[in-house]
């Protein structure tokens, strides 16, 4: 192949579940992630060097620290061959707004190259090489919606029957993934951590399709410490409620507040109403599960 495209979606997640520290400095998670249709597109064409070129939103690095140029990196040596290529990275997913766009754009990667370089990885291979890179990096390679454990690298597909409806209020900033763990250690320094555990109502939900059980079984670990960090984000998850969302909390590590509609045409007007309050620097309609990285 003389060019390379590979389509990646965004990830909410509908449980995180954060354990105890572990030795190695991780926490133990339960992760539900799910795959929505806000996309980035990672575009590999052959070159003498490695280079890396983004179009979209500021402050996604262009050195040897941003993620794709990790992945292609870790193929190349993994698969015995120079790393010959030119990324460009076309971004849609919000940049630190915990919907792993940075892990999505590695996952993208991983597939563009494969597919450019002729490797011939095995998805194993290439799920086993997104772990080293980062731990949702193989769920944006899978898609759909899976239960992570472990760091969150340990996939188990799940049954989600139909398409859940979202709109996602994007925050002006991002939040810093280790800095917001680092805030959740320290809200519960006087309270060890549970352990967690998969929600049984969330995956009743999930094998149902109903949007109201889903939302009301919506949970996120790291939302205190997102919000301890950046105390406007409660008002911006009230305006949510406010305006008619069945279910809402903090993406990942945050700050991009996800809010999720009964139905497409909920969605779209509970979108118009989010645009007008102010609360958000950009308002966006997505449904899910989708599917994970593909070339197109």
């Known amino acids: 192949m003389t060019v390379t495209t590979v389509r990646v979606p965004a990830k909410v997640n509908l449980q995180l579940g954060v354990g105890p520290v572990r030795d190695d400095g991780y926490h133990d998670l339960v992760n539900v992630f799910h795959a929505v249709s806000l996309f980035d597109e990672v575009t590999a064409t052959p070159a003498a060097t490695l280079t ?7 402050g996604v690095p262009v050195g040897p620290d941003n993620l794709a140029v990790r992945a292609a990196r870790l193929l190349a040596s993994h698969a015995g061959v120079e790393p010959r290529v030119a990324l460009h990275i076309r971004k849609d997913i919000p940049v630190a707004g ?8 590695a996952a993208a990667a991983l597939v563009a190259c494969d597919a450019l370089w002729g490797t011939g990885m095995s998805r194993e291979t290439l799920l086993e090489l997104g772990a080293r890179i980062g731990s949702d990096v193989p769920f944006a390679l899978l898609g759909g919606t899976a239960v992570g454990l472990g760091r969150g690298e340990r996939l188990t597909p799940v049954e989600a029957v139909g398409e859940f409806h979202w709109v996602f209020g994007y925050a002006d900033g991002g939040l ?4 917001v ?3 959740c250690d320290r809200l519960r320094a006087d309270a060890p951590a549970a352990w967690p555990v998969v929600s049984d109502d969330l995956m009743a939900a999930l094998k149902t399709g109903d949007p109201l059980a889903l939302g009301r079984a919506l949970t996120n670990d790291l939302q205190p410490a997102a919000l301890s960090l950046r105390p406007s984000l409660a008002a911006a998850l009230a305006v949510g409620v406010e305006s008619g969302a069945v279910g809402s909390l903090v993406s990942g590590s945050g700050p991009t507040c996800a809010f999720l509609a009964s139905s497409a045409s909920h969605a779209a007007a509970l979108g118009r109403t989010l645009s007008g309050t102010g609360r958000f620097s950009a308002v966006r309609q997505a449904r899910g599960p989708v599917p994970g990285a593909v070339l197109i």
């Open 181 to 183: 763990y680092a805030e």
């Open 98 to 105: 915990g919907m792993a766009g940075g892990s999505a754009d």
């Open 52 to 58: 890396i070129t983004v179009e979209g939103p500021a």
């Open 176 to 179: 810093s993934t280790p800095a």
